[in-house]
């Protein structure tokens, strides 16, 4: 018996850093191809438990400290980059034909993320802060060495991609200058800071994100895709500007915001969410099919306007209703699409279109998160109680989808 166990563990190991017994790549090999989502989707799964955990955790006392700061600042610094750095650091190069991303940086983003996160989680505000900012910055710089060497012309609606990494530089330098020197710091820095870390981080690249890869789920023609050119194809600057115009009302919008114009600011978000979508992804020409992960993203994709208009009829609960914004829509959109990055790289390609009901689920537990949150506001008594449920619901959807669908990452696609 002791012999079959030790071969068992050999199997493994050699599953896990080399090549299978099968002759098919281990894990880490897999990763190593250039596909950090392969460990960065399960490291931001995990983050994003953390993160939710600490509410539960404080509320029914078995932590004293205060979650607020630390948790938004672990969703969107730990949770979120993750996704983000995933999703970009496997794509990007494929669609550029430049060098892929080597394990060793995929490595160090991870490490970097996991030690923003530890210090964010033991209190350390600044220092998370500063810590994100130079991962996210390495991250850029990365991929601007690489950029120089492509062999095509990333997609117009990119260029929001790269306004979402500036607006997260930006802000995350803006918020290290808040508490570094406070007495210098001009008293728009820091709620500007904030909205460009918290939301244009996010926003942005989800508009440029979505507009080339959302017609993939619903079946309709990409109006991203262009002749593969290391020219400027024809009509290439045209969706660019538009992009970029939709793009500067985005962060125009949060200038607004940070200077108390708070219901405008959100009529102007949305519009420009709404406008940019309609012309470039006309979801509403897609009909109601196309399966569980098109179900999803119509969720998503609906509840991000939603939350902006409601904001925009109800400025004064804007920490409330934001969340209609994060829960049912940033957080579904990154478990929708990394999803169908995990089919797609898995071979499951069959799943792309499927009823799966683990995603059918999770859309399930996020909306209840999102009314458990958004209605505790209301509901004084309780509300605690709430924040906690929610946080459950919210992570609960979270285990099921790491249970259901991440297995995948371990498996490489038969072509």
């Not at 449920?389 to 995948?408: D, E, R």
């Amino acid at each position: 018996m002791r012999v079959k166990t030790t071969e068992g563990k050999h199997h493994f190991f050699r599953g896990l850093f080399g090549a299978r017994s099968d002759g098919k790549p281990g894990y880490w090999q897999l990763v190593a191809a250039g596909e950090p989502f392969r460990m960065l989707f399960p490291l931001g799964a995990i983050i994003g438990i953390v993160g939710v955990a600490m509410w539960p955790l404080f509320v029914w006392h078995i932590t004293a400290a205060h979650p607020g700061i630390a948790h938004a600042r672990i969703m969107v610094e730990g949770f979120l980059a993750c996704f983000v750095t995933g999703f970009l650091g496997t794509a990007l190069p494929r669609l550029l034909g430049v060098p892929k991303i080597t394990i060793y940086e995929t490595v160090g983003f991870g490490v970097a993320l996991v030690a923003t996160v530890c210090l964010h989680h033991c209190g350390f505000t600044l220092w998370g802060d500063l810590l994100f900012f130079c991962t996210l910055l390495s991250f850029v710089l990365l991929l601007g060495v690489r950029i120089k060497h492509r062999q095509d012309t990333p997609p117009p609606a990119f260029i929001l991609v790269a306004m979402g990494l500036l607006s997260a530089l930006t802000g995350s330098l803006g918020l290290v200058i808040s508490q570094a020197i406070p007495t210098l710091a001009p008293p728009w820095l820091l709620p500007v800071a904030k909205l460009l870390l918290y939301q244009g981080f996010i926003l942005l690249p989800i508009m440029g994100i979505g507009a080339f890869l959302l017609p993939r789920f619903f079946g309709l023609p990409n109006r991203q895709s262009f002749p593969e050119s290391l020219a400027l194809p024809p009509g290439w600057k045209r969706r660019a500007t538009f992009a970029a115009t939709c793009g500067l009302v985005v962060i125009a919008s949060f200038a607004m915001e940070a200077l108390g114009i708070g219901r405008w600011a959100y009529a102007l978000r949305a519009g420009a969410l709404l406008v940019y979508f309609f012309r470039e992804v006309p979801v509403h020409q897609a009909g109601f099919g196309g399966g569980s992960l098109a179900f999803g993203l119509r969720i998503a994709l609906f509840a991000i306007p939603t939350g902006y208009i409601l904001l925009a009829i109800m400025p004064e609960r804007s920490t409330t209703l934001l969340h209609v914004v994060f829960i049912t829509g940033f957080s579904l959109l990154t478990f929708i699409v990394a999803s169908r990055v995990v089919f797609g790289h898995s071979g499951q390609t069959e799943k792309f279109r499927a009823s799966l009901w683990p995603i059918l689920v999770l859309c399930a537990l996020f909306f209840l998160a999102m009314l458990t949150r958004v209605s505790a506001d209301w509901l004084p008594k309780v509300q605690m109680n709430h924040y906690a449920y929610a946080a459950v619901a919210w992570a609960t959807g979270v285990i099921l989808w790491a249970i259901c669908i991440l297995p995948g990452v371990r498996k490489a696609d038969a072509e």
